[in-house]
């Protein structure tokens, strides 16, 4: 099994895996970030440039450093690679260029956004990002559209990822979405008015990185971070039925997938659970989902607080 | 309601030949023809592609329409909406800017009353500017439908408007 | 007189017809090797004769070919490049046009040295009255037995098609070419991995410019050996050179390689000088993407020597003094052109041509076109030049394809030799809209 090195830090992994998952499985300061790369999508990655490191040493056999900076997501490791992200100034430059690449078009309109609070690009933008802007050019604006009953696409938000296009191809049947157009005219769309009809259709929600493509059935109706996500689970005949509740008090405001510390979701679930499912007597809750303590989601406390309810509990059985 | 069915169909030689192209790729990769098949429907069909008619050709070589569709709006070839008769497209790259291309477009303009990507109220031209079409050596140039004319002043450019009025009224 | 190989026997009528081309010895190479030579001893002629890639990025074909991979069961495929699509560029065209069949006939030794058994043409589709010319000529060749089935009783199976694009600068790039082909987009892919193992339909495939093919036809006649000894150094060969803008006698010509820049640019044979008795102001040597070289880094290098057209001696210098033959797209530049204006359009050029699959070429394109749109027209700040340099900086290496390379250079080269002319346009807003600002002073060069 071949051994990599990334900033510093060893570590073998299996034939054919990428840098970036080999840095996932140390986890930490050394994951490159992503914006485009979502391991349960085939073919996805390559695009955003974010991920991007620098190869200081090609391999054992041939210790030739690569000459340009390599997609992690893309670039798998050979033995005795050595990679650096954080430690390499050229990298740090060039996400710096990258992330300001990204926001250049970007409307920037998160007081407004329902991904505020959860957005990729929020999040990246402040690790990598600078402060102020050199763009004094007009910013590409698109119309917002429905696609179907349950999501809006907001197509200025969209970074091209092409994640939602992959998760159409691959997780439904039946994809009437895709990317048309090109350069920076590209956009995500259905060409004619079309519903994108599918029982799991909405997946395309919880993938997107940025606020492009958002729930109609939760549009507007609370910050993410006043909301309690919790897991709970149904019995659901499409699906797995696994899914994070999102609650205010007793109500359930959304139903989203299980995502996991790199935001990606653990499995598809389907639209009835996603958007028909709000009763909260339809559910099992099994307890507060485990949000990062750097996430505004958890400014709340609420974990805390339900621990602290559950030692006194404890403490009064004992 | 009424259901129509599609109306649209290729003449019997642009089916004979659209076979033709398929065969010239492995069983299952007949995707492969439908950058050429677009080509040969835009040249039937009024210079454009409909929505009608990229489903049908969607339906001919079993594809999804998207597929069809993220493909003709990519390529700057074809026309997604009605063009005119005469569609001119006139290379405003680098070399031929040296050689003065951008007097010729401005005289299009004056003559004709209409701007890049305009169609004259008669419906008869429509003035496309478009990037480098490999006759640098050659310009000023434009192509109209598969004719390159090339060393164009404007002498050569009247001249030519006109003889396209005729051939085309 | 300079040795014509590839445009020999283009001035006799009708060699683009069978009869006339087979009468002048054409398809005696396939005769050669179909006959007389393995499919590797083909490739090892090719290797021998430091043929380098003719579309632009110059590397030795021989090599690549060697990459192919032959798994067992698994077709491969050789495709032509006939996307010729960089500014500057129609030198294929011409080739095509003038004698179909060379390339023709290079594809089947190609094809026969790769063990291909389905070949193709991909070509502009702006070039449709060019695909028509091929395929009447690949017509002519498989009625008379050169391709299809036991060619020449060899055993050796081979099937040539013409498929066109349809607009887009993007699929000259070799994996967007294959993506195209498939009747896709054209979005480079990912390399690796690299063509040659995972190439069209996941096939190992190799992908060749159409001069680079049609030279094959002289290696197998002449030898390899025989081949390397034209040309200088490590440019081996004849190169066919496109020259436009604002000379006497564009064109295309062919050219050893090894002639100086000086004899190709002012003698008659060749680009015959400037027109109209105007000074030279800059030069483009290999197509739009290569940087720019003001007058006195033209015929010279930066260390006084003659600058000759070979790949080493253009490209003497590095980015800071020198360019690149690149695809051979010769554009000169008289005195009267403003550099502004040029690079503001050929950045229009590659925003307009960018795929937008990643983030640095789809947003960086536009932005630079959009800065330079401004000074161009009298709106430009001084921070706009240095902004313009950080933006092809950040765009020039972290791309998925060379695109964001080609659409950065242009941008900072000019920058690099004509910052004064940047400078004048955005102090003299006004002016710049109607006069030129001349010719650029000859710095003292430190050497």
């Given at each position: 099994?071949?051994?990599?090195?990334?900033?510093?830090?060893?570590?073998?992994?299996?034939?054919?895996?990428?840098?970036?998952?080999?840095?996932?499985?140390?986890?930490?300061?050394?994951?490159?970030?992503?914006?485009?790369?979502y391991?349960k999508?085939?073919?996805?990655?390559?695009?955003?440039?974010?991920?991007?490191?620098?190869?200081?040493?090609?391999?054992?056999?041939?210790?030739?450093?690569?000459?340009?900076?390599?997609?992690?997501?893309?670039?798998?490791?050979?033995?005795?690679?050595?990679?650096?992200?954080?430690?390499?100034?050229?990298?740090?430059?060039?996400?710096?260029?990258?992330?300001?690449?990204?926001?250049?078009?970007?409307?920037?309109d998160c007081p407004v956004c329902d991904q505020a609070g959860e957005c990729d690009l929020q999040n990246?933008?402040y690790?990598?990002?600078?402060?102020?802007?050199?763009?004094?050019?007009?910013?590409?604006?698109?119309?917002?559209?429905d696609i179907g009953k349950y999501i809006q696409l907001h197509?200025?938000r969209?970074?091209?990822?092409?994640r939602c296009?992959?998760t159409?191809?691959?997780i439904?049947?039946?994809?009437?979405?895709?990317?048309?157009?090109?350069?920076?005219?590209?956009?995500?769309?259905?060409?004619?008015?079309?519903?994108?009809?599918?029982d799991f259709c909405g997946n395309v929600i919880d993938v997107c990185p940025v606020g492009a493509l958002t729930d109609k059935t939760f549009r507007f109706k609370s910050r993410v971070w006043f909301l309690n996500p919790m897991d709970a689970h149904r019995n659901c005949?499409k699906c797995c039925g696994k899914a994070v509740v999102w609650m205010f008090g007793d109500e359930i405001y959304r139903v989203t997938g299980r995502k996991d510390q790199y935001a990606e979701v653990e499995e598809f679930i389907c639209n009835t659970c996603r958007f028909e499912t709000k009763d909260l007597a339809k559910w099992t809750i099994e307890g507060p989902r485990q949000i990062s303590r750097e996430s505004v989601i958890s400014q709340g406390h609420y974990v805390t607080h339900l621990s602290k309810i559950e030692?006194?509990?404890?403490?009064?059985?004992? | 309601?009424?259901?129509?069915?599609?109306?649209?169909?290729?003449?019997?030689?642009?089916?004979?030949?659209?076979?033709?192209?398929?065969?010239?790729?492995?069983?299952?990769?007949?995707?492969?023809?439908?950058?050429?098949?677009?080509?040969?429907?835009?040249?039937?069909?009024?210079?454009?592609?409909?929505?009608?008619?990229?489903?049908?050709?969607?339906?001919?070589?079993?594809?999804?329409?998207?597929?069809?569709?993220?493909?003709?709006?990519?390529?700057?070839?074809?026309?997604?909406?009605?063009?005119?008769?005469?569609?001119?497209?006139?290379?405003?790259?680098?070399?031929?800017?040296?050689?003065?291309?951008?007097?010729?477009?401005?005289?299009?303009?004056?003559?004709?009353?209409?701007?890049?990507?305009?169609?004259?109220?008669?419906?008869?031209?429509?003035?496309?500017?478009?990037?480098?079409?490999?006759?640098?050596?050659?310009?000023?140039?434009?192509?109209?439908?598969?004719?390159?004319?090339?060393?164009?002043?404007?002498?050569?450019?009247?001249?030519?408007?006109?003889?396209?009025?005729?051939?085309?009224? | 007189?300079?040795?014509?190989?590839?445009?020999?026997?283009?001035?006799?009528?009708?060699?683009?017809?069978?009869?006339?081309?087979?009468?002048?010895?054409?398809?005696?190479?396939?005769?050669?090797?179909?006959?007389?030579?393995?499919?590797?001893?083909?490739?090892?002629?090719?290797?021998?004769?430091?043929?380098?890639?003719?579309?632009?990025?110059?590397?030795?074909?021989?090599?690549?070919?060697?990459?192919?991979?032959?798994?067992?069961?698994?077709?491969?495929?050789?495709?032509?490049?006939?996307?010729?699509?960089?500014?500057?560029?129609?030198?294929?065209?011409?080739?095509?046009?003038?004698?179909?069949?060379?390339?023709?006939?290079?594809?089947?030794?190609?094809?026969?040295?790769?063990?291909?058994?389905?070949?193709?043409?991909?070509?502009?589709?702006?070039?449709?009255?060019?695909?028509?010319?091929?395929?009447?000529?690949?017509?002519?060749?498989?009625?008379?037995?050169?391709?299809?089935?036991?060619?020449?009783?060899?055993?050796?199976?081979?099937?040539?098609?013409?498929?066109?694009?349809?607009?887009?600068?993007?699929?000259?790039?070799?994996?967007?070419?294959?993506?195209?082909?498939?009747?896709?987009?054209?979005?480079?892919?990912?390399?690796?991995?690299?063509?040659?193992?995972?190439?069209?339909?996941?096939?190992?495939?190799?992908?060749?410019?159409?001069?680079?093919?049609?030279?094959?036809?002289?290696?197998?006649?002449?030898?390899?050996?025989?081949?390397?000894?034209?040309?200088?150094?490590?440019?081996?060969?004849?190169?066919?050179?496109?020259?436009?803008?604002?000379?006497?006698?564009?064109?295309?010509?062919?050219?050893?390689?090894?002639?100086?820049?000086?004899?190709?640019?002012?003698?008659?044979?060749?680009?015959?000088?400037?027109?109209?008795?105007?000074?030279?102001?800059?030069?483009?040597?290999?197509?739009?993407?290569?940087?720019?070289?003001?007058?006195?880094?033209?015929?010279?290098?930066?260390?006084?020597?003659?600058?000759?057209?070979?790949?080493?001696?253009?490209?003497?210098?590095?980015?800071?003094?020198?360019?690149?033959?690149?695809?051979?797209?010769?554009?000169?530049?008289?005195?009267?052109?403003?550099?502004?204006?040029?690079?503001?359009?050929?950045?229009?050029?590659?925003?307009?041509?960018?795929?937008?699959?990643?983030?640095?070429?789809?947003?960086?394109?536009?932005?630079?076109?959009?800065?330079?749109?401004?000074?161009?027209?009298?709106?430009?700040?001084?921070?706009?030049?240095?902004?313009?340099?950080?933006?092809?900086?950040?765009?020039?290496?972290?791309?998925?394809?060379?695109?964001?390379?080609?659409?950065?250079?242009?941008?900072?080269?000019?920058?690099?030799?004509?910052?004064?002319?940047?400078?004048?346009?955005?102090?003299?807003?006004?002016?710049?809209?109607?006069?030129?600002?001349?010719?650029?002073?000859?710095?003292?060069?430190?050497?």
């Amino acid at each position: 099994m071949p051994k990599v090195t990334i900033d510093g830090i060893t570590i073998e992994v299996e034939e054919g895996t990428t840098i970036m998952n080999a840095a996932r499985k140390v986890g930490g300061e050394i994951v490159p970030p992503a914006m485009c790369y979502y391991s349960k999508l085939n073919k996805s990655g390559g695009k955003c440039r974010t991920c991007l490191v620098e190869v200081t040493k090609g391999s054992e056999k041939d210790p030739r450093p690569m000459p340009k900076l390599v997609a992690s997501c893309s670039t798998t490791v050979m033995d005795g690679m050595e990679v650096s992200n954080k430690t390499s100034q050229k990298v740090l430059d060039a996400r710096k260029g990258v992330v300001e690449f990204l926001l250049i078009n970007h409307p920037l309109d998160c007081p407004v956004c329902d991904q505020a609070g959860e957005c990729d690009l929020q999040n990246l933008s402040y690790e990598h990002g600078t402060e102020g802007t050199r763009f004094e050019e007009k910013k590409r604006v698109f119309d917002k559209i429905d696609i179907g009953k349950y999501i809006q696409l907001h197509m200025t938000r969209c970074i091209m990822c092409y994640r939602c296009v992959y998760t159409a191809d691959q997780i439904t049947n039946e994809r009437v979405h895709g990317v048309l157009k090109r350069g920076d005219a590209s956009e995500i769309g259905t060409y004619i008015e079309k519903a994108i009809d599918n029982d799991f259709c909405g997946n395309v929600i919880d993938v997107c990185p940025v606020g492009a493509l958002t729930d109609k059935t939760f549009r507007f109706k609370s910050r993410v971070w006043f909301l309690n996500p919790m897991d709970a689970h149904r019995n659901c005949d499409k699906c797995c039925g696994k899914a994070v509740v999102w609650m205010f008090g007793d109500e359930i405001y959304r139903v989203t997938g299980r995502k996991d510390q790199y935001a990606e979701v653990e499995e598809f679930i389907c639209n009835t659970c996603r958007f028909e499912t709000k009763d909260l007597a339809k559910w099992t809750i099994e307890g507060p989902r485990q949000i990062s303590r750097e996430s505004v989601i958890s400014q709340g406390h609420y974990v805390t607080h339900l621990s602290k309810i559950e030692n006194k509990n404890k403490e009064k059985i004992e | 309601m009424e259901t129509t069915e599609s109306k649209i169909q290729f003449k019997p030689e642009s089916l004979a030949e659209i076979d033709r192209i398929i065969k010239q790729f492995p069983e299952g990769k007949q995707k492969s023809a439908l950058i050429r098949i677009l080509h040969i429907a835009q040249h039937e069909f009024g210079n454009w592609l409909s929505v009608e008619l990229m489903d049908y050709i969607a339906d001919l070589l079993k594809i999804k329409p998207i597929e069809v569709y993220e493909v003709a709006s990519f390529y700057s070839m074809y026309n997604l909406n009605p063009v005119g008769k005469v569609v001119m497209e006139v290379c405003h790259t680098g070399p031929c800017c040296l050689v003065g291309v951008e007097k010729l477009i401005k005289h299009i303009e004056n003559t004709l009353n209409i701007k890049p990507g305009e169609t004259t109220a008669d419906g008869m031209f429509t003035l496309k500017t478009v990037e480098c079409l490999g006759a640098c050596g050659y310009g000023p140039m434009m192509q109209i439908g598969e004719t390159y004319h090339e060393k164009l002043n404007i002498e050569k450019l009247d001249n030519l408007l006109s003889v396209l009025r005729q051939q085309n009224s | 007189m300079g040795r014509k190989i590839l445009l020999e026997k283009t001035d006799i009528e009708n060699i683009h017809t069978y009869n006339v081309y087979r009468k002048e010895g054409g398809y005696s190479a396939v005769e050669k090797a179909l006959k007389k030579m393995t499919p590797d001893e083909v490739v090892e002629e090719v290797k021998k004769s430091g043929l380098r890639g003719r579309g632009g990025a110059g590397f030795p074909a021989g090599m690549k070919w060697s990459f192919i991979a032959k798994p067992e069961g698994v077709p491969r495929y050789l495709l032509c490049n006939a996307d010729e699509s960089e500014p500057g560029t129609f030198k294929d065209r011409f080739l095509m046009e003038k004698i179909p069949h060379l390339l023709i006939e290079g594809m089947i030794l190609s094809s026969y040295a790769l063990g291909c058994n389905t070949s193709y043409i991909y070509i502009r589709g702006e070039y449709m009255w060019i695909l028509r010319i091929l395929e009447k000529a690949l017509a002519e060749a498989r009625q008379h037995g050169w391709l299809g089935k036991n060619i020449l009783n060899s055993g050796y199976n081979l099937e040539i098609y013409v498929s066109p694009g349809a607009g887009a600068y993007i699929c000259g790039e070799e994996t967007a070419l294959i993506e195209s082909l498939e009747g896709k987009r054209g979005n480079p892919r990912m390399k690796p991995p690299f063509p040659a193992v995972k190439g069209l339909w996941q096939s190992p495939t190799v992908v060749n410019n159409v001069e680079t093919l049609s030279s094959v036809v002289s290696i197998v006649n002449i030898g390899g050996d025989e081949y390397a000894k034209i040309g200088l150094g490590k440019s081996t060969g004849t190169k066919l050179i496109s020259a436009c803008g604002n000379i006497r006698k564009p064109g295309v010509y062919e050219i050893e390689l090894g002639l100086s820049v000086e004899e190709f640019l002012y003698s008659d044979e060749y680009c015959g000088g400037i027109n109209d008795g105007k000074r030279l102001k800059a030069c483009i040597p290999g197509g739009s993407s290569v940087p720019v070289l003001p007058h006195y880094l033209v015929t010279k290098t930066a260390k006084g020597e003659q600058r000759l057209m070979t790949y080493e001696s253009l490209s003497d210098g590095g980015f800071a003094t020198g360019s690149m033959l690149g695809s051979g797209g010769f554009i000169v530049f008289d005195e009267d052109q403003c550099i502004v204006r040029n690079t503001w359009n050929f950045s229009r050029f590659y925003h307009h041509e960018s795929c937008g699959q990643c983030s640095p070429c789809r947003e960086g394109t536009g932005w630079m076109d959009k800065v330079l749109h401004r000074i161009e027209y009298g709106k430009g700040n001084m921070r706009d030049i240095d902004l313009l340099v950080s933006i092809s900086k950040n765009i020039e290496g972290n791309t998925i394809c060379p695109l964001g390379d080609a659409a950065a250079w242009p941008v900072a080269s000019a920058i690099r030799h004509f910052r004064e002319e940047f400078e004048w346009h955005i102090s003299e807003p006004v002016k710049c809209l109607e006069k030129n600002y001349g010719l650029v002073k000859e710095p003292i060069l430190e050497v």
